[in-house]
């Protein structure tokens, strides 16, 4: 069994169709076909059967799907570790993150990290954070950065620190004034805020439950951060952010950010965490280590 039909044969799984499988690898369908008869050949069983809306896989297939993902993961780590051996500063990373967020925070990190580490190329998966612990977990995935997920035994946390969601604003709106922001200033203005599947927006309704208000709706509910920033920039809306995802707007003095009263606050830990067991790559152990000391470093600003 050659590890090319084995390629062949994960892609196949994961587009779920010959063609796109092989539009996908650069190959002709009948090249994935015949790899795929090659397996079926060696375990004498037939892997997947086709159907109207595509291929489906036997029982027998779906349990070498299951190994044969670990097979090639596998062998990806042991080449990196060989690599490691001859003194090679390259590999792959994969990282699992949970939300837009997080992606603001760590996109100027991995700008640094690549400029340091050019041969080393990084993947980045937007999940929530109990599908980012159990990729870690399941090796799917290097490291994961959390924030409001619990603890959990299966994972090794490297780095965990507390971050404050504040309320951000344009430089000219109302509240940027203020020393401190209460619940109940922060309520007579327009709020822009993702829908409360999303842990800040549970936390900030129970913040208001705790002082006896009913939780306010949100003028504007959206996840994309990007949306949020530009309806603060217009001074329309004010939002609630670790300071570190509008630290460029911070900069540039477009966006300000004040506190919250202390009975008000809102924190949730940061957590950097990788799967316990095998001894990770140069690639990953490098960017975990960067990462932290980065992550460190603007958190404590």
Known sequence: MQLQAIAYFNELVRSRS???????????PTAVSRQLENLEAYFGAPLLER??????LTPAGRLFAERSTAIMRDLETARQVIDDLGGLRSGHVSVHVNGAVINAILA????????LFP?????????????????????ESDIAVTMFSPKDARVDTLFSIAVNHEPVMAPDHPLAG?????????????IAMPDRSFSIRRDFDDRQRAVGLEPVEAAFTTSSLELQKELAR??????????????REIAD???????????????????????????PTFAARTLAEFLEAFLREHAQR
């Open 234 to 247: 217009r001074g329309t809306a004010v939002l609630i952010l670790p300071a570190m995802t509008v630290s």
């Open 18 to 28: 010959i063609r796109q499988a092989a539009e996908t690898l650069g190959v002709s």
């Open 253 to 279: 003095n477009v966006l300000t950010v004040r506190p919250f009263e202390e009975s008000a606050e809102i924190s949730s830990d940061m957590r950097l965490v990788r799967a316990e067991g095998p001894t």
């Open 108 to 115: 100027p990190a991995l700008a640094e990290f690549y400029a």
């Open 51 to 56: 159907g109207a809306r595509g291929i489906v």
């Open 119 to 139: 041969a080393i190329s990084i993947s980045v998966a937007v999940t929530s954070a109990s599908a980012a612990l159990n990729a870690v977990s399941a090796g």
């Open 178 to 190: 203020e020393g401190e922001i209460t619940l109940a200033a922060i309520r007579q203005h327009a």
